[in-house]
Structures are given as C-alpha cells and as structure tokens.
Antibody, heavy 116, light 112 residues
Framework: QLQLQESGPGLVKPSETLSLTCIVSGVSISSSNYHWGWIRQPPGKGLEWIGS???????YYNPSLKSRVTISVDTSKNQLSLKLSSVTAADTAVYHC????????WGQGTLVIVSS | DVVMTQSPLSLPVTLGQPASISCRSNQSLVYSDGITYLNWFQQRPGQSPRRLIYKVSYRDSGVPDRFSGSGSDTDFTLKISRVEAEDVGVYYCMQGTHWPYSFGQGTKLEIK
C-alpha cells in the first residue's frame, strides 16, 4: 500500500525558506499517471492546495504562492520536496503531501511554525 | 479562482439519523473531458483528511455505503444515511477541475 511521510524543521524563522520532504513508499514516484500534491492547513482552519507535480514532471503552483513555491522530486530517493521562500507567520500550518491520483493517500502531515 | 461554499458549517446529528451537506461552486466543475472532478473528504479529529467520494458519486475503497455523493455542474451533496459515532469530524468538498484546486470551508459534524 502506498504510504507517504513528511519531514522537515518544525520551526522556521520569518523571511527564511521552509523546506520539507515527503518519502513515498509502495510505488515509484515516477510511475505513470501519478499526480502528487502538497496541501497545507493552518491550525484550526481549512485546507489550501499549494501545488502539484505530475509524473511527467509538470508542476502547477497556487498563484497565491507561486512566486515563493518550488516542488521537485528526487527519483533516487523516491521523495517529493517542497520549498517555500520568504515565509511569514501566515505560513504556519500543517503541511501534507498526498498522492492525488490514481489513488488518494495523504501523509500524516508535519506542523511548521514560523516564528523568530 | 473557484470558490467552494459549503452549508451548513456546523451539523449536529443524532446517532442513526441521516445527515446532508451541501457544496456549491461559483463556476461549473465539468472539465473539458466531460468529467466532474468533485471530491468529498472526511477529517477526523487529529487525523489527516481522507477522501470518501471522487468524481461526484464514486466511493473510495473501504468507505461505508452509508456515504453517498450526488449533484452536477455547480451543486453537490454528501449524504450519510445513518450517522455513526465514527463519522464525527470535519467534511470538505474539493474541486479538482480548475487550477488552483480548492476546498470548501468545511462542515463540522458532531453528535447531538
């Protein structure tokens, strides 16, 4: 069964870059027809789609974050990465990676707090 | 961007009774391939979201058949035929037709 596990620093200083990784197991991250995503959820609030990466390598970013976001894959480690630059307190959230299709699986999420 | 609006935002339900959540979008969710990419997620307390329904009415594997989805174009509904204690949580609709994908505000289901 496909599993995803996010990891990264739990605390990031304002103006710095948030970097998270998502280790994927149970399927090759470069498998055909797979669509991967990053989603975040501020504490006590709703869900926001950050961006997606398709098996072809195409990426799509939420325009609200586009200038600050980079999603990439490392096929040798079978992992997905997220970088969000120039963070502020508004970026404090639980960050989830997910397999969007063909099957929908989510990691447990990792809380990132932006604070000095 | 597509705005997804759910109602109600709070849903107290008696065990064994039905429940219904509405989700409306501000534009059609029919994609160019003719498919409507409307999903429903359940988020139990302290857990990650779990998809229940995809493409309006298809249940994910392992989802009890008391959950059903319906609707078309801009108007969608999630129904629970008989609420059980394990159904407590927040339910989100989500559109995957237009970029950026977007979620509704969430509906918190609780037991009366």
């Amino acid at each position: 069964q496909l599993q995803l596990q996010e990891s990264g620093p739990g605390l990031v200083k304002p103006s710095e870059t948030l970097s998270l990784t998502c280790i994927v197991s149970g399927v090759s991250i470069s498998s055909s027809n797979y669509h991967w995503g990053w989603i975040r959820q501020p504490p006590g609030k709703g869900l926001e789609w950050i961006g997606s990466m398709y098996y072809s390598g195409s990426t799509y970013y939420n325009p609200s974050l586009k200038s600050r976001v980079t999603i990439s894959v490392d096929t040798s480690k079978n992992q997905l990465s997220l970088k969000l630059s120039s963070v502020t307190a508004a970026d404090t959230a639980v960050y989830h990676c997910a397999s969007v299709s063909p099957d929908n699986y989510w990691g447990q999420g990792t809380l990132v707090i932006v604070s000095s | 961007d597509v705005v997804m609006t759910q109602s109600p935002l709070s849903l107290p339900v008696t065990l064994g009774q039905p429940a219904s959540i509405s989700c409306r979008s501000n534009q059609s969710l029919v994609y160019s391939d003719g498919i409507t990419y409307l999903n429903w997620f359940q988020q139990r307390p302290g857990q990650s979201p779990r998809r229940l329904i995809y493409k309006v009415s298809y249940r994910d594997s392992g989802v009890p058949d008391r959950f059903s989805g319906s609707g078309s174009d801009t108007d969608f509904t999630l129904k629970i035929s008989r609420v059980e204690a394990e159904d407590v949580g927040v339910y989100y609709c989500m559109q995957g037709t237009h970029w950026p994908y977007s979620f509704g505000q969430g509906t918190k289901l609780e037991i009366k």
